[in-house]
């Protein structure tokens, strides 16, 4: 664990690490902003902070600060460590077992995805609901580590986890586990919206694993925007053309040339979902391991 901290931006296939840093900074960032403040006597400064980074539930204060939909997610209670501790850890476990099969980029998206539709849940259920309408504020990832949890259970349903006092646990179960105890929470009123946000990322992470094993792949926009941001932040290289026959470019680039057509990508999920990672062949095996290097 800790080499994959250490080289959480060096490396390709480290984006669960990269995630939860990225959580963790904002984290230890507003924790300090708190304690200044407050040996200050300004504990107000801190609240109007913090405000930026949580997603209010009315629509006039949410589009004074839009901006709340993508801060939202990578922000936590500072009254309760153990909010951000247990979302660090699944996201660790899920995300983990996650790029293992598809690859760093898509589990950014997919987190993002459920990020996102936690949030407009959650704006829905206190805009068009009366009975609960009122003003509320929210933080968490719970939501995006959600949409991770399903959409890795869906690709992956009989994988194992060895949980401390349970023992081996499937990890179909462990989604469902989650989702039952967010019904029975909304139901008695438990953290309402918090855990309509839990269920808006369990769904999307559904749909996501869905569309993507029958091709479809709904979070390349976000791939594609973050890419675009990347770029520009990249030192064009000068251009310099040469030729290369076909026998030296695939010497030189072997993974180019043996690049896995999505069609048996698409077949090889299936075969997960329906045997498990252990029913393929050593090829196949060596086949998703190529894809999801991409």
Known sequence: MFEEFKHAFSRPNYAHVQLILINVIVFLGLLIIDLVT????AESV???IYRQFSIPSGYSEFFSRPWTLITYMFTHSMRDIFHILFNMLVLYWFGRLFVEYLGGDKLIALY????LTGGVAYLLLYNLSP???GRAEMVGASGA???VVVATAVLLPNYTFYLLFFGPVRIKYIALFYIIIS???VRHGVNIGGNIAHLGGALIGFIYMKQLQAGVNWGSWITETIQWFRDLFKPRPKVKVS???KSETRQRHPETADRVPQEEIDAILDKISEGGYDSLTREEKEKLFR????
């Open 183 to 185: 019904v029975i929470y």
């Open 46 to 48: 801190f609240q109007a």
């Open 145 to 147: 580590i959600y949409a």
């Open 112 to 115: 993002i995805l459920g990020g």
């Open 243 to 245: 030729y290369r026959s």
């Open 131 to 133: 009975e609960f309408f």
């Open 38 to 41: 407050w040996i200050a006597g």
């Open 291 to 294: 894809a999801s290097r991409k």
